[in-house]
């Protein structure tokens, strides 16, 4: 054989020995492929409140003080205790030996510098208002500090397990967009723009045995037939809120796969610009909410799948009221709202959806001929991603809208007359106000059934459905989460049984 010759035997042998494992499980025999359906924006928890961005990096990359676990209770983490007299001064004691990811321990002194930071108003940081009670915050040694708040705040731990309040070092904080520094149990290797990110596993992380994954890989694949046809090609291990829920009783149903149904914080709504007419009148507020059979919404759009909803405040919150039935479908009562108002006739308007989230989409197209039966014309315009950031999110632009709340414990945001939808309650921040203030529990969940009942007469959005936790991995896959009391996909316990 001529040495040409076993060049091209050894060139096509190679070939073929690449297409024989292209769709073996993650190329490595410790490593998970995980199919989402978007890409973020970015990496920087600091900068966007994107669920996207927490999918990959929080509590897999960067970690808080404080966590809350699976069953949606608050752990010490980065600081193994805190103490507190007053429920003002709490002070924090750092767990010894944490270390970052580019090699150094983790002091008290980085703690106050990521608060201060995310306080300051050139940061821009996405939830100011989670900080704003803090009055100083002192550097007692290299692993104690002491946060003083102006007033006593109910939610002042739980904040500090929120997504922006991830600790990671002052000399890393230009790369937090593309490369985040945390603590976490894994680091990102990769970041393939439009195709993937690639994670692994951090060999300093603090806790013990884990993480039990050596390598993660985060596909974007946003429509959810392609994500199927990945799963059964063998391209991916799992998909996270990537699979349609039509597709659901296929995959329950074949042997290779296990389907993950649980319970989110992500409630879907169909947001009214209330500062805008003919939606700034209560009147059609509450039209269009008993416009729209709900029920009807989640069997059209969901399959079924997904919990109708009444308010803000979701099922797997300790003060949830179940308020699913306190406006229902009733079109003639919708009619007669809208002609008080003004409208016998109805009126047109218009619907932005990002087609990137499917449900969008199919609720959508749902509520439009729903709401058609009662006089108001729906147009339906798509939009991308970033224009619905840019143009709804951002300057309120828009009529109506459909989108997934998906942060836990906001129902703050409509207690702030700038965000998007403009709902201004001065009554309703005033309670909000006090909620936040009330450390005895009884009296605050009086304060949250009242918040939730002035929601539902106030109608300033039709909340539509719970959007379940809707996953599916390859058998052998153990350790997710099943139900995601907020939103984070924690794969540090996830492997693969042996």
Same mark, same amino acid.
């Not at 980065?78 to 507190?84: G, S």
């Not at 007033?151 to 985040?180: C, H, T, W």
């Given at each position: ?18 297409? /024989? ?6 190329? /490595?025999?410790?490593? %998970? ?25 929080? @509590? ?56 201060? #930071? ?38 002042? %731990?739980?904040?500090?397990?929120? /997504? ?25 290797? &990769?970041?393939?723009?439009?195709? #993937? ?17 050596? !390598? ?14 990945? =799963? ?52 059609? !507020? !509450? ?31 300790? @003060? ?17 709202? =809208? ?74 945001? @409509? ?7 403009? @709902? ?39 909340? =539509?459905?719970?959007?379940? #936790? ?9 350790? %997710?989460?099943?139900?995601?009391? =907020?939103? /984070?996909? &924690? ?8």
């Amino acid at each position: 054989m001529t040495r040409r010759t076993l060049l091209t035997v050894l060139l096509v042998l190679g070939v073929a020995l690449a297409g /024989a494992t292209s769709g073996a499980r993650a190329q /490595a025999p410790n490593a %998970l492929v995980v199919q989402v359906a978007t890409e973020p924006p970015g990496l920087d928890l600091t900068a966007s409140p994107a669920s996207a961005i927490a999918a990959v990096v929080f @509590y897999n990359v960067q970690e808080c003080l404080v966590k809350v676990d699976r069953h949606g209770k608050l752990a010490p983490w980065l600081a193994e205790r805190w103490h507190t007299t007053d429920n003002r001064n709490y002070t924090f004691f750092l767990k010894k030996g944490v270390r970052f990811h580019n090699g150094r321990e983790v002091r008290a002194a980085d703690v106050k510098f990521v608060i201060d #930071r995310a306080m300051n108003p050139e940061t821009k940081h996405p939830t100011p208002q989670y900080y704003a009670s803090i009055a100083d915050i002192i550097v007692k040694d290299d692993y104690t500090v002491t946060i003083t708040l102006k007033k006593q705040e109910a939610m002042f %731990l739980y904040n500090l397990s929120r /997504a922006g309040s991830v600790i990671y070092p002052r000399e890393a904080v230009d790369s937090l967009k593309s490369q985040p520094v945390g603590t976490g149990p894994f680091t990102v290797a &990769d970041w393939v723009r439009g195709d #993937r990110i690639v994670l692994k596993k951090s060999p300093d992380y603090h806790v013990k045995g884990l993480p039990k994954l050596d !390598r993660v890989t985060y596909r974007f694949i946003p429509d959810p037939n392609a994500a199927v046809a990945a =799963l059964k090609a063998g391209d991916v291990d799992a998909a996270m809120f990537g699979i349609g829920p039509e597709q659901v009783p296929e995959l329950q149903k074949d042997p290779r796969f296990q389907v993950v149904i649980g319970e989110t914080t992500n409630d879907v709504i169909l947001a009214m610009n209330n500062a805008r007419k003919p939606y700034a009148d209560v009147r059609v !507020r !509450r039209a269009v909410t008993y416009g729209i059979n709900k029920p009807e919404v989640v069997k059209g759009a969901m399959f079924g799948l997904g919990r109708v909803l009444g308010t803000n405040v979701d099922p797997l919150n300790p @003060y949830f009221v179940d308020m699913a039935g306190a406006m229902p479908h009733d079109p003639a009562k919708a009619k007669k709202l =809208l002609a008080e108002a003004g409208y016998p006739n109805g009126f047109d308007t218009v619907l932005k959806v990002a087609p990137q989230y499917y449900y969008t989409v199919r609720s959508g197209e749902v509520i439009a001929s729903q709401l058609g039966k009662i006089g108001v014309k729906v147009k339906i315009e798509q939009i991308e991603w970033g224009q619905w950031l840019s143009r709804v999110y951002r300057e309120a632009d828009y009529d109506l809208t459909i989108i997934g709340h998906a942060e836990a414990w906001d129902i703050g945001n @409509y207690a702030n007359p700038k965000y998007y939808f403009r @709902y201004d309650s001065p009554k309703f921040q005033e309670l909000f106000r006090k909620s936040e203030e009330t450390l005895d529990d009884r009296a605050r969940r009086e304060q949250y059934a009242l918040m939730q009942k002035m929601l539902v007469e106030d109608a300033p959005v039709v909340w =539509l459905f719970i959007h379940p #936790r809707l996953a599916v991995t390859k058998k052998g896959v153990t350790g %997710l989460w099943k139900d995601l009391p =907020l939103p /984070a996909f &924690d794969l540090s316990e996830v492997a693969w049984t042996k």
